[in-house]
């Protein structure tokens, strides 16, 4: 096996634009939730939305933003930026090889909601062209692909919440494995649509306003947590074997040394202790350590009951004694849930966390649950405490778990 | 206005194409509409000209093409109103010639 480098981040985020952005607004708390304005708030139960500032027209000449949905264009953007990031200047022969990984749960869905409101709400036969090709979930792989002259492997996977740790997972599996040379790996997301935004609100998984800070309304493992607030963006990093990284001078951001994936095969949406405790112990394994050696933890913790009680327990059972004294921390309170891309956002956050050595706070813990008694560093950044190697959970709707093991370079 | 300034229009307003550049014999593809870009570009022209795309294979490789293509259609559907059809302008992937319009799926 090889040793994998991430040597690229590539952020579009409602924390911001660069990596420093974002771990700057993480570090500081700075929510990126906000009341929601978008046609039709006013049926929602809780129009609550972590968006990201974007302006298409910057990035995309008009004949082809025409043809990308929201969520193609930030995938675009953000691997054009992790390929800027990683320096990586690829040969033809290296493009011909060169993989696309992309996680979406969603995809085109704006185009869809669209599409939808021309045909059922309007009573219109204008169906748009391009509604396939916009809506269609490898659409952004594709673009990517389309604009690095990318000719290896182009996939999609869409596990819903885990859908881009897994992309980068399997990314690691080919590039530590010898099968590959050059990955852009991790995951875009676009689901604030109306028809999206009902449908969530419908599981009773979305948070309702806090109205006293609407910013704060997704408080992650905290007694008074109501659920998860729907994020937007896309996270991209670039893998490559450390040899070749090193040889041509790159920048190293951490290395990616385990991957765990599980499924929980119970039930399509209640998490399962077991299946999350597999996944995690199924990333030691693969990075050959113990879990002595995880210094912390980027929890899935979206806020909801059952994710962050269950996602309590499994920690325990896999750390044992050690669980209590592991920082952990769910940076969801402040980006949002972003769905397929939520597990490539919080992966570039663990390299960021080790890079800087600082746990990330979880931020509106104000009041805790008995039932989630770890240290999930409660409103503050604690500096020093990220340590060297930590894990990054992702766990599904369907039931598949992604863990990501990663390691500071220092 | 003639048929061919309202497509400069267009061209101008939805993909901020210098005017200057929008001669007859232009041809789309260098104009950043490759062959998707033709079948969204005559979905909107036949809202701006109320005319419905037949279910037939036309070449459209200049801006001067799609004016023509558009008179024709236009003098036919108003001397014989045509029943509408299946919504036009279906992408054609590679190997059937850029700006060629069908309604016929592609894959």
Known sequence: ??????????????????????FDAARNGRSGVHRLDIAGAERLTAPLAATVQFDSS?????????????????????AARAFADARCELTDHERGHAGVFLGTGMGGTLTVDDGYQTLYGEHSDRTHPMMILKGMHNAPAAWIGIEHGLRGPNLTYSTACSSSSVAIGEAWLRVAYGTLDVAVAGGAEAPLSLGSLKAWGAMHTLASVDTADPASSCKPFAKNRSGLVLGEGAALVILEPWERATARGATIHGELIGYGLTTDAGHIARPSLDGQAAAMRAALAAACISSQEIDAINAHGTGTQANDSVETAAIKLVFGERAPRIPISATKALHGHLLGAGGALEFVLSLLALKNNVALPTMHLKIPDPECDLDYVPNVARGGAAGRTMLSNSFAFGGTNAVLAVRAVH | MTTTDRIRAMLVKDYKI????????????DLGVDSIGVAELMFNIEDEFRVTLPDEQVRLSTLGDVVNYIDTLVAR????????????????????????VNTRPAS
């Open chain 2, 18 to 29: 210098d005017p200057d550049r929008l001669t007859s014999d232009a041809r789309l593809e």
């Open chain 2, 77 to 100: 559907q108003e001397s014989a109103p045509e029943k509408p059809t299946a919504v036009a302008g279906t992408v054609l992937g590679t190997g059937m010639g850029t700006g060629m």
């Open chain 1, 1 to 22: 096996m090889r040793r994998v480098a991430v040597t690229g981040i590539g952020i579009v985020s409602p924390l911001g634009h660069t990596a420093a952005e974002l």
């Open chain 1, 58 to 78: 910057a990035f995309f000449e008009p004949a082809r933003e025409r043809l990308l949905d929201r969520v193609s264009q930030f995938a675009v953007v953000a």
